[in-house]
């Protein structure tokens, strides 16, 4: 089973940067698509950005598409979310999870069961 750790959120200011880490570990994770989910205050959970590990084909949600940069170190067994530009709306819990397929990321109901995620603060 594949075991991720979010790590590297923080409070930072509009338009500011931050990146975030997801390290995994486990029986064939590099197998998988690895993606990064959200969850605001009051709202569903949702996709923000994936990327297929061994191919590092990318798939991004059209919100974050040029302000965010999802990548992979194979040395470090990391995913990382380079977030830029960010906005108030970007506040939330943010978390990584592993799917089959960038296209099993979609369903964020189908996934392996969460972690605890690492939170974001967007001041204005």
């Known amino acids: 089973q594949v075991r991720l750790r979010e790590s590297g959120g923080g409070l930072v200011q509009v338009g500011g940067s931050l990146r975030l880490s997801c390290t995994a570990s486990g029986r064939d994770f590099n197998t998988y698509a690895i993606g990064w989910f959200r969850q605001a205050p009051g709202k569903e959970r949702e996709f923000v950005a994936g990327?297929?590990?061994?191919?590092?084909?990318?798939s991004y949600v059209d919100l974050v598409k040029g302000r965010f940069t999802i990548s992979r170190d194979g040395a470090r067994n990391t995913v990382y979310l380079q977030m830029n530009s960010l906005k108030p709306e970007d506040t939330a819990v943010y978390y990584c999870?592993?799917?089959?397929?960038?296209?099993?990321?979609?369903?964020?109901?189908?996934?392996?069961?969460w972690g605890q995620g690492t939170l974001v603060t967007v001041s204005s």
């Open positions: 999870n592993a799917g089959s397929t960038l296209r099993a990321l979609q369903d964020v109901r189908t996934l392996n069961p």
């Open positions: 990327v297929r590990w061994v191919s590092e084909a990318t």
